[in-house]
């Protein structure tokens, strides 16, 4: 059984950041992709960053230069820096995981709960 947990949103005005936190728990041999998405009210689910194990950024055009995804391997987390935020950021943002489970070695995808990033003046 493996999960991933998210911190760090809330309520922020424009302009202004915020850092989100990721922890990944349980029987884990090791984690590939790790990333953050987003669904904002009435909209599809969308990439917002992602690092592979070798170290392979991925960003969304609307986030570069903005938002820093980063990764501690050892600690199975990862964190979304998010700069210079815009009331179109508003979201509720999900941690994404592809680990691979201990034993079996299984691929799962794994998603947390989310948690609301809100940006308002």
């Known amino acids: 059984q493996v999960r991933l947990v998210e911190s760090g949103g809330g309520l922020v005005q424009p302009g202004g950041s915020l850092r989100l936190s990721c922890a990944a728990s349980?029987?884990?041999?090791?984690?590939?992709?790790m990333g953050w998405y987003r669904q904002a009210p009435g909209k599809e689910r969308e990439l917002v960053a992602r690092?592979?194990?070798?170290?392979?950024?991925d960003y969304a055009d609307s986030v570069k230069g903005r938002f820093t995804i980063s990764r501690d391997i050892a600690k199975n987390t990862a964190d979304l820096q998010m700069n210079n935020l815009k009331p179109e950021d508003t979201a509720v943002y999900y941690c994404n995981a592809q680990i691979i489970v201990l034993v079996t070695r299984d691929n799962l995808e794994v998603w947390g709960q989310g948690t609301l990033v809100t940006v308002s003046s």
């Open positions: 690092i592979t194990s070798g170290g392979r950024l």
């Open positions: 349980g029987r884990i041999f090791r984690i590939n992709h």
